[in-house]
């Protein structure tokens, strides 16, 4: 079902003198807003109201709740504390957002809403701006949320982590799908090699070299991408986790397997599909934020921060060469790896572009925190220690050191998504730590 969003416009009715002005040519601006937002946004069905009184708006809300997954309210005119009725509302109620269209609502906006939303710690992001992009962007924001209530999460593990999906649930209202390392092989062994033999042919042929991983190997990741496809076809899910360590660092597979599933992690984020490693429900909701919000994959990491370069790595085994999305032509050049820490099974080394903004999140529902923090990538890194994939980035190191908390995993885009990703941890109540800063 596709999201809804109110766009309430807070305005004055005629020959009423005031901000802008009297009589302002209200459906003349209000469309030039909502083109962009319309633009950004084909997925999102929006219904506009124009309010002249708070009490035309407080009179629709009850139905409003059945009908809409937010509203956007535009402050096209100042003191009718229609924004502040929603804002008062967003913490049970509907998500809100506020919208100054500068020179209309500026009064109302600076001297109310704000401090409102500050002291109250209200869950409202907050829009001025003569870029009405801006406006698009925040209302975006509707369209993850929507997605995350109705997503569905596959995690093979064989001891199912009730706190931390508990936590994630009742922060974004996803549904969490527990299965077992058997149940995982059941359908890795009913996949007949001729299934997967051309996946794994391909990404022989597309890399640049294939070092340490045998046919057998590569086979064996291939088979289990078309296993885990099979598994999330069959209940419903979105997004997958396997807890792909434990199980193949102790033989909990069988059969003497080191099945890693970065070759289908990475052929799943090629597709802008989502499978994150280590049963982390934590790294997984975060890499679904991040390709919903900005439709590029997030790549998971182990972090190294260099203080004597002001430098951070970001080092892990799966990686994706479409780091601009599925429908942009530019890949990565990557080579065929055996997994890092043990040499074994199949992974893949991508070679990172330079020059290009990062930004980093990571969350923890069970504690209601929320990181981010900056970089450059300025290269990649070589050599045997830590993961095969080592994106070197420029950054405030010594701040990001300081400030770190507490999880190992990073969720890294290409891009600068900052001000985005602070509005959407916002929207959802977390305490949000800049690192780098």
């Not at 090629?270 to 919000?293: P, R």
């Not at 900056?374 to 420029?394: F, I, M, V, Y």
Request: charged share 25%.
């Amino acid at each position: 079902m596709a999201t809804r969003v109110k766009i309430a416009v807070q305005m004055k009715g005629k020959d009423i003198p005031g901000w802008p002005c009297i009589n302002y040519d209200y459906d003349k601006e209000l469309a030039r807003v909502m083109t962009p937002i319309i633009a950004r946004n084909p997925d999102i069905d929006f219904d506009i109201f124009k309010y002249t009184s708070l009490d035309m708006a407080k009179a629709d809300y009850e139905e409003d709740l059945k009908k809409y997954d937010g509203v956007l309210v535009l402050l096209m005119t100042n003191w009718l504390k229609i924004d502040e009725f929603y804002i008062n509302q967003s913490k049970e109620g509907l998500p809100t957002i506020v919208a100054d269209v500068p020179y209309c609502g500026s009064g109302s906006m600076l001297e109310k809403t704000s401090p409102l939303v500050r002291n109250g710690g209200f869950p409202v992001p907050m829009v001025s701006s003569f870029n009405y992009n801006d406006v698009a962007e925040a209302a975006a924001l509707f369209g993850v949320i929507k997605k995350m209530k109705e997503a569905k999460i596959l995690v093979v593990k064989n001891e199912v982590q009730k706190k931390a999906q508990e936590a994630a649930s009742a922060i974004w209202g996803c549904e969490f799908i527990n299965k077992t390392s058997k149940d995982l092989m059941e359908k890795y062994n009913s996949i007949p090699d001729e299934k997967a033999l051309p996946l794994a042919e391909k990404w022989e042929t597309e890399a640049a070299e294939v070092r340490e991983p045998t046919k057998a190997d590569i086979l064996q990741g291939a088979k289990l991408y078309y296993a885990m496809k099979q598994m999330m076809a069959e209940c419903g899910a979105d997004a997958v986790t396997i807890d792909c360590l434990e199980l193949s660092y102790n033989d909990i597979y069988g059969e003497s397997c080191h099945m890693y599933p970065c070759l289908a992690y990475y052929q799943m984020a090629n597709d802008g599909e989502i499978g994150v490693c280590e049963a982390d429900i934590n790294s997984t909701i975060s890499s679904m934020i991040t390709l919903y919000l900005t439709k590029r994959p997030g790549y998971v990491s182990d972090p190294v921060i260099d203080t004597s370069s002001d430098r951070i790595i970001y080092s892990h085994c799966v990686a994706c060469r479409k780091v601009y999305g599925k429908d942009d032509p530019r890949t990565c050049q990557y080579y065929l790896r055996s997994h890092a820490e043990d040499k074994k099974g199949a992974s893949v080394q991508v070679i990172f572009p330079a020059g290009e903004a990062l930004t980093t999140v990571q969350i923890s529902n069970t504690e209601g925190w929320a990181s981010i923090h900056s970089s450059k990538s300025c290269g990649n890194s070589t050599g045997e220690n830590g993961c095969r994939s080592k994106l070197d980035a420029t950054c405030n190191a010594e701040n990001i050191l300081t400030n770190w908390m507490p999880q190992w995993h990073r969720v890294t885009v290409f891009g600068d998504y900052r001000k985005e990703m602070k509005n959407l941890f916002k929207m959802k109540g977390y305490t949000i730590i800049e690192e780098d800063k």
